[in-house]
C-alpha cells in the first residue's frame, strides 16, 4: 500500500511539474507610455496571440528611463514565458549606447523570440512653423535667435537618435525634449509646446492626414503610398540619412528553448493573420515573422550599427 501510495504521489508530482505552457495569464510589458506606436503594435500582438495560445495576454505599460525600466523589469522576472517584453529598437540597440549604467545587458538579458515588423519615421512639424520641407526647416532653424525644439519618445529611442543624427547631417542644432513615448510628445507637438518631431509612421501619420502636424520627410528608402508627395530624407537631400525603428518579443534569459519556439510559431501564425498585416500596412509598418535565430542576428547587427552611429553623433543619455 506505501509503495502503490509513493507511486501514486511521483506520478501526480510529475504530471504536475510537467504542466502544458502556457498555465496561465501572459504578462506583456511594453516600456512605453500608453497610446504610442510601441503601445498600439503591442496591444495588437496581445490580443491575437492570446488566442493562440489560449490564455490572456495582459499588457502592462512600464514606461520611463528610455525603456529601461520595463527592460529591466522584464529582464529580472522569472524565465517560464509568463512575462515577456515587446520592445522597440530604441531600449535595447540605442539606449546601451548612451546610458553609462544599465540594470540589464541588452546582450546578456533576453532571449529573441520574433521580430514582428519595422517601421520607418515620418518628420512632422507643427504646422504654425511655416515650413513646408527640410530646406526650408534648415533655414529656419539656422535663422532663429531661438532654437527649435524637437521631441521623442524617450532618451535613447530611435526617434532621439534620428533628430541627433539630422543635426550632424544637416548642421543644424536643436534643442532634443523626451518625453515616456510619443503619444505625450504629440500632444504638445500639436499643441505647439515643441517644433518637430521624428515619430513612427502609425503615430504620426494619421495627426499628418487630419492635418493637426505637416509631414515634410519620410526616413525610408522609398515614398509611402499615403504621402506620395512627402519626400524620403535622401530625396530632401539629407544623404546618409537612416533611421527607423522596429518592434519585437523578446523573453527573459534562459527561458527554455521549446517555450520560445512554441512564442515564435504562434507569433508567426498571427503574423500572417490578414485582419494584422493589413492593420500593420495601413500604419506604414512592414511585417517581418521568422525564427528567434533570425531575430537574434537581426537585433545584434542593428545593436553593432545603432552604436556606430551614437558615437558618430556624439548621442548621450541626457
Sequence with gaps: MLLACGTALATFGSTAHAQPYP???????????????????GRLIALHLSQKLGQPVVVENRAGAGGSIGH???AKSPADGHTLLFSAAGPLTVTPHTY???????????EPVTLVATQPLLLVVNPSLKVSSV??????????????????????SAAHLAGELF???AK?????VPYKGSGPALVDLVSGQIDLMFDVFSTAAPLAKEGKLRPIAITSAERSPQFQNVPTMEQAGVAGFDAGTWFGVLAPAGTPPAIVEQLSKALNSVLEEKSVRDTL????????????EQFQAFFLSEYDRWG???????VTAN
Design 23 to 41: 498555465n496561465r495569464a501572459i504578462r506583456l510589458v511594453i516600456p512605453y507610455a500608453v497610446g504610442g506606436s510601441t503601445d498600439q503594435t
Design 72 to 74: 529591466e523589469l522584464v
Design 100 to 110: 553609462p549604467k544599465l540594470a540589464y545587458d541588452p546582450l546578456k538579458a533576453f
Design 135 to 156: 530646406a526650408e526647416l534648415v533655414r529656419e532653424a539656422n535663422s532663429r535667435s531661438k532654437k527649435l525644439s524637437y521631441g521623442s519618445f524617450g532618451n535613447g
Design 167 to 169: 543635426k550632424t547631417l
Design 172 to 176: 543644424v542644432d536643436m534643442v532634443h
Design 281 to 292: 500596412s495601413a500604419q506604414g509598418a512592414i511585417v517581418r515573422g521568422g525564427t528567434p
Design 308 to 314: 556606430k552611429l551614437v558615437r558618430a553623433a556624439g
